[in-house]
């Protein structure tokens, strides 16, 4: 295994890591966001309710996006342990 094929692995790994995370943080910031702009309007600084509706739609995303998450996730490493073999000899 040389260089490249290390730094590819690598690569692909990482661009996994922002595909699959990307959803969560996406809407966790939107949120973040919408709320900030609320407090700011209201003028109400309230911890709970910017920790709060974050966290709902964190596991809001989680729900509906977590099987697609696991699976290519799975696939992943199948992929990884499977060109091992190859690697190696």
């Known amino acids: 295994m040389d ?3 290390v730094l590819a692995a690598g690569q692909q790994g990482l661009y996994l890591l922002l595909m699959v995370a990307a959803p969560v943080l996406l809407t966790v910031l939107v949120v973040g966001l919408l709320v900030s702009i609320f407090q ?9 309710l910017s920790f709060v509706p974050k966290v709902v739609a964190a596991v809001a995303v989680l729900g509906f996006a977590g099987p697609w998450m696991m699976t290519t996730l799975v696939e992943y490493l199948q992929r990884t342990l499977q060109a091992i073999p190859a690697a190696v000899g």
Not at 40 to 48: L, M, S
């Open 3 to 5: 260089a490249t094929q």
């Open 40 to 48: 700011a309007a209201t003028q109400i600084n309230e911890a709970t």
